[in-house]
């Protein structure tokens, strides 16, 4: 695989696992099924392909949208995930893109997002993204949150009058993962649940469910 296409690992697992295993509280939170997910940083097209495979058994109407800011991820994810998803007959599209910056406010969504998250030096993460070399795939900058604090700050602007979105994150606990969370409870009207969690060496890896606090009766 090109180096600059991050290769399935156990964070992605971890996000496929926790996403599959909360299709009811899907269900519940749509009153019916999602039509939008949205993946941001799509890498290999692992955790798409996985979900729009396993999610739904009966749902051919559901988009499937997969972002990336590295072309190499891009082209790959136009290759193999539409394979996937076609014998499911589900519906997937790719576009280049920083983040959500190509997304217009939608009523009712799903996105979902591994960043990258290694605590490096702000210059690294800069460069990352600026060259968008493989760097791009794990540097995250000061706490490793550098490109998730733009995305959380995006995210809340985004959907300020959505109505029902739901948010996948996978966070360390290098992230700080709770000032995550009380940042967009507080500028996003989010509730947030962590509802997967793995230890990988010194790490802890950890994925939130965080969804419109409108609908906080849902647990
Ligand atoms: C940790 S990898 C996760 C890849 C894949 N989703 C997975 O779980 O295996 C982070 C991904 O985010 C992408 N990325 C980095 N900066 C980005 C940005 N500004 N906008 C969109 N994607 C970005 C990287 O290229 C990489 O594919």
Known sequence: MDSCIYPPAEDTFLLIDAIVDDRDFMQRYFMSLPSLFVEIG??????????????????????????????????????????????????????????????????????????????????????????????????????????????????????????????????VDTNQPTQVMQFLQTNGNFCTLEINHRRVGWESIRVYRCWKRSFSALK
């Open 42 to 171: 799509v890498g290999s097209g692992t955790v798409t392909s996985q979900v729009a495979a396993s999610c739904f058994d009966d749902h051919a109407k559901t988009l499937y949208l997969g972002t990336d800011i590295q072309y190499p991820a891009l082209h790959r994810f136009q290759q193999f995930v539409p394979s996937v998803a076609t014998e499911k007959q589900r519906i997937v599209e790719v576009v280049q893109g920083d983040l959500l910056t190509f997304l217009r406010p939608m009523d009712e969504w799903v996105c979902i997002f591994n960043p990258p998250y290694v605590a490096t030096e702000e210059e690294e993460y800069w460069r990352g993204q600026h060259q968008r070399s493989d760097i791009a795939t794990w540097a995250g900058g000061i706490l490793g949150r550098q490109l998730v604090d733009r995305f959380c700050q995006q995210l809340c602007e985004l959907t300020r009058n959505s109505r029902r979105v739901l948010l996948y994150l996978l966070l």
